[in-house]
Antibody, heavy 117, light 108 residues
Framework: EVQLLESGGGLEEPGGSLRLSCAASGFTFSNYAMSWVRQAPGKGLEWVSTISGSGGTTNYADSVKGRFTISRDNSKNTLYLQMNNLRAEDTAVYYC????????????WGQGTLVTV | EIVMTQSPATLSVSPGERATLSCRASLTVSSKLAWYQQKPGQAPRLLIY???TRATGIPARFSGSGSGTDFTLTISSLQSEDFAVYFCQQYNNWPPLTFGGGTKVEIK
């Protein structure tokens, strides 16, 4: 059974930093690109960042480029999101999501972790 | 950036009736479109990918159609557990991956 468990959210002041983690299990982690998707309170879904299975390729939304860094440790089956220079508009539930492999939709999601700035 | 527009914003449907949700892309996305269901307090769940392929475990009452710029999600006979918000997402031309604003399906 695929499981994704996020942690690291919380309350931070503007300009501060947080590091989110997502522990994955139930699949061969290194074989799949992984992403972060966020959802501001009462709003829709916003893609944040994606990292390839090897970690060699990363992509970011313009809204976070230069402030957030996605990374992964395939030996620990863990995905990370380092969030620096946080802004009020970064307040959201952050979801870790697994890509489908044969498609770039998200076939599994974590339960989310709330970041409040 | 490809902008995804969903309509209507809210759809009021009686249990047992058919629901038809629309998603339009600002540029062609071929068939690289996914649909998600989200219930309050829960993470989204993948329903459809490739515009028309049901994800694992998704009931047959959910179907997707369309290609290019116009897509439809149909729920053939609404069950109580289907009242939720539905999002479409394109993955043909990225970054960025983009989502529609969502359609809330509520009980009439």
């Amino acid at each position: 059974e695929v499981q994704l468990l996020e942690s690291g959210g919380g309350l931070e002041e503007p300009g501060g930093s947080l590091r989110l983690s997502c522990a994955a299990s139930g699949f061969t982690f290194s074989n799949y690109a992984m992403s972060w998707v966020r959802q501001a309170p009462g709003k829709g879904l916003e893609w944040v960042s994606t990292i390839s299975g090897s970690g060699g390729t990363t992509n970011y939304a313009d809204s976070v480029k230069g402030r957030f860094t996605i990374s992964r440790d395939n030996s620990k089956n863990t995905l990370y999101l380092q969030m620096n220079n946080l802004r009020a508009e970064d307040t959201a539930v952050y979801y870790c999501a697994k890509t489908g492999g044969i498609h770039w939709g998200f076939d599994y999601w974590g339960q989310g972790t709330l970041v409040t700035v | 950036e490809i902008v995804m527009t969903q309509s209507p914003a809210t759809l009021s449907v009686s249990p047992g009736e058919r629901a038809t949700l629309s998603c339009r892309a600002s540029l062609t996305v071929s068939s690289k479109l996914a649909w998600y269901q989200q219930k309050p307090g829960q993470a989204p769940r993948l329903l459809i990918y490739g515009a028309s392929t049901r994800a694992t475990g998704i009931p047959a009452r959910f179907s997707g159609s369309g290609s290019g710029t116009d897509f439809t999600l149909t729920i053939s006979s609404l069950q109580s557990e289907d009242f939720a918000v539905y999002f479409c997402q394109q993955y043909n031309n990225w970054p960025p991956l983009t989502f529609g604003g969502g359609t809330k399906v509520e009980i009439k």
